[in-house]
């Protein structure tokens, strides 16, 4: 299975979720629900992590977070660790809780953190478990709105202060912005995010893969790490050499598979299955053609015109 990406650093602000195993539930009572949120505020004095939105489902939870000396594996492994424990314990079993590791997405937050506290505190009227959000006793949109005393670790200043420097305004105000989107086609910010790994606009997304990716090899591991690095993806390379060499053509088919094997950084089975080749079969085709773009200079010229246009 392909490894997720991790970018951490101080001052890093994330989306987190994580699921049950088999999507089966993970809250089943008030009292796991409670120790739940005991873990966060353990996090928060232990790790450093400031929590600004959560929602608690029922095979599922939401967190906005910030890590302010960069410790996400740290806060998460002590969340979700703790929680396992004692979910384990009180029912007298064993194994793993949640369906792998949690899902944690880097966020711009100037650009998102509003979109995202919306997106997290409507995803009860999403799942038609409640008509509105201040009926669901589970997520920290009461204490947002001030129906509810909010919890000592839960940092909702931050997101309130994009509504107004005056804290009554600033809730009144957010509210009618988390319900404007009431009976509307649900939001979903977190389609936009790049590789499914960093939500934010392009110069956000740029210093980050600048900053904070440039030691870190491009592997067909981590998919994630392929498309920040600007790596074309297979059918990209096809799309391009079909372009410059017409569709169907022998040529164009060993260049695209050639150009796919060396720079998609895509998995031998991917491109296998775009070629209809085996895999074993790819690694050859490709040396071949190598040694043909060696030593035939019309051709070595238009691989490279393929890769100027691609960018690699």
Not at 9 to 18: C, D, K, L, Q, R
Not at 162 to 172: L, M, S
Not at 224 to 238: D, F, H, K, M, N
Not at 243 to 265: D, I, N, P, V, W
Request: with cysteine.
């Amino acid at each position: 299975m392909a490894r997720s990406l991790r970018i951490e650093f101080p001052g890093a602000f994330y989306h987190v979720t994580s699921r049950g195993n088999e999507q089966r539930e993970i809250f089943k009572s008030q009292r796991d629900r409670e120790k739940f949120l005991g873990y966060l505020n353990t996090a928060t004095e232990r790790y450093g992590a400031v929590i600004h939105a959560y929602c608690l489902m029922t095979n599922h939870y939401h967190l906005l977070l910030q890590t302010p000396t960069g410790n996400l594996a740290e806060i998460m492994r002590h969340v979700n660790g703790a929680y396992t424990t004692y979910y384990n314990v009180k029912r007298k079993r064993s194994g793993h809780l949640f369906q792998g590791r949690y899902k944690a997405i880097l966020v711009e937050a100037d650009a998102y953190a509003t979109e995202l506290s919306r997106y997290i505190h409507l995803n009860p009227v999403r799942a038609m478990m409640v008509a509105r959000p201040e009926e669901y006793l589970w997520s920290s949109y009461r204490s947002y709105i001030a129906q509810s005393p909010a919890p000592s670790w839960l940092r909702s200043d931050f997101i309130l202060s994009y509504f107004g420097p005056n804290r009554a305004d600033a809730q009144a105000r957010y509210r009618a912005f988390v319900e404007d989107l009431l009976g509307q086609e649900p939001s979903a910010p977190l389609k936009d995010a790049v590789g499914s790994t960093i939500l934010g606009r392009a110069a956000f997304v740029e210093h980050v893969k600048e900053q904070h990716l440039g030691k870190q090899a491009v592997t067909r591991d981590v998919p994630a790490l392929r498309q920040l690095s600007g790596r074309p993806r297979p059918e990209a390379i096809v799309v391009a050499v079909s372009t410059a060499y017409g569709e169907g053509s022998k040529l164009t088919r060993q260049m695209s598979l050639y150009l796919c094997h060396r720079y998609s950084g895509a998995k031998l089975k991917e491109i296998g299955k775009l070629f209809g080749v085996r895999e074993s079969a790819i690694t050859e085709a490709s040396r071949r053609f190598a040694l043909r773009v060696e030593q035939d200079e019309a051709l070595r010229a238009g691989v490279g015109k393929i890769k100027e246009d691609l960018k690699i």
